[in-house]
């Protein structure tokens, strides 16, 4: 009550006053300048200056220039869902080097050898495959924002399944319990967390970013088919939130890993590093890290709905 209070109070687009305050980043600086006042009217002489609307939103590039002082102490605050391996683990250290706080889940408890500030306290422990876990979810992030703004919300989280022997499951063994459990895990999660915390999105002109794979555009040796139908469907969703929630300022775009040196692959990858990648060799998680990060900050202003390829150039 008193958070919900306070922020009426202040109004939405205020830096937060918050618990862990740090200096900002260049990026960050050029990031934040996007949520400043902007001129109602356009003054920029375009050819096409015509077919603007009245409401025209540019923002004059010289007033908040990159680094500015005004910008002062800023802390942003981001939801990553599969935060303690792989991927999801490179890319908390990269937001968190750029000061900002992050809010983690996965099934497991928060693991000794993360060693970020407040990984323990930020961290909550919950099973995407139980959806009625989303809204208990979102309660504790909006616990925790101290002006309700939510600036990036990070659809990590991922499963795929194998058979015995770590066959690959086909449309033939892959029965109700496996679709239910990958398709909640790797795209009605999303959807739902999404939903749940839209309001705080749209204070902070927030943006998601869903990890998908190049097992969602093409038949994969070892990833299955509920696998990859739920990743094509994630980049389907991603095109749908861009076109729903860009009016309200929240940008969606996916990222599609290629093989990236996780737990997550398997045996074989070798043969598909040494004839199915131009570059000849596997992702590291920080390569993935750096894009997710590029879609979550200024850098990325006017990109939505894209879905970028991360994968040494196999998708060609
Ligand atoms: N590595 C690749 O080559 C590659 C390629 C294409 C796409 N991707 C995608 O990239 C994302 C990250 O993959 P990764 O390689 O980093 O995988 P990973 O090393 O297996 O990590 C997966 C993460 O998701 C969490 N997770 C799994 N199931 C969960 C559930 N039911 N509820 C909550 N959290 C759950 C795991 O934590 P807990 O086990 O503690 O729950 C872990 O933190 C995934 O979406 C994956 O599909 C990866």
């Not at 300048?33 to 002489?45: E, I, K, T, V």
């Not at 869902?81 to 497991?108: C, D, M, P, Y």
């Not at 928060?110 to 323990?120: N, T, V």
């Not at 739920?230 to 890993?257: C, D, Y």
Request: aromatic content about 6%; proline content about 6%; glycine content about 8%.
């Amino acid at each position: 009550m008193e958070r919900e209070r306070k922020r009426k109070q202040q109004g939405p687009g205020r830096p937060a006053s918050s618990r862990a305050t740090a200096s900002i980043s260049p990026t960050d600086a050029l990031f934040l300048s996007s949520r400043l006042p902007r001129h109602n009217s356009c003054r920029f002489a375009s050819p096409h200056a015509e077919r603007r609307s009245p409401q025209c939103k540019r923002l004059p590039a010289t007033i908040y220039p990159i680094g500015n002082a005004q910008m002062g102490q800023v802390t942003r605050y981001m939801l990553l869902t599969g935060a303690s391996r792989g991927i999801g683990h490179a890319t908390v250290k990269l937001f968190q080097e750029n000061n900002w706080e992050v809010f983690t889940v996965s099934r497991r408890p928060f693991s000794d050898s993360c060693k970020w500030p407040a990984a323990r306290e930020a961290h909550i422990q919950a099973d995407l495959a139980d959806l009625d876990s989303i809204e208990r979810i979102a309660l504790e992030v909006r616990r925790w924002l101290p002006d309700g703004q939510l600036h990036a919300l990070v659809n990590n989280a991922g499963i795929s399944p194998k058979g015995e022997n770590r066959s690959r499951l086909g449309v033939l063994n892959s029965d109700f319990r496996t679709w239910m459990t990958v398709l909640n895990v790797n795209l009605v999660s999303n959807a739902l967390l999404a939903r749940s915390l839209f309001p705080e999105l749209v204070r902070a002109k927030g943006a998601i970013a869903n990890v998908t794979s190049i097992a969602g555009v093409k038949v994969h040796p070892f990833a299955g088919t509920a696998y990859a139908a739920s990743k094509a469907a994630l980049a389907a969703l991603t095109r749908e939130m861009a076109h729903e929630f860009g009016p309200e300022g929240v940008r969606v775009n996916a990222i599609a890993p290629g093989e990236i040196d996780t737990s997550i692959l398997s045996p074989g990858t070798e043969e598909i590093v040494d004839h199915g990648i131009p570059m000849r060799r596997l992702g590291d998680p920080a390569e993935v890290a750096r894009v997710i990060y590029f879609l979550c900050t200024e850098a990325s202003s006017y990109i939505n709905g894209a879905e970028l390829h991360v994968n040494g150039g196999q998708h060609v």
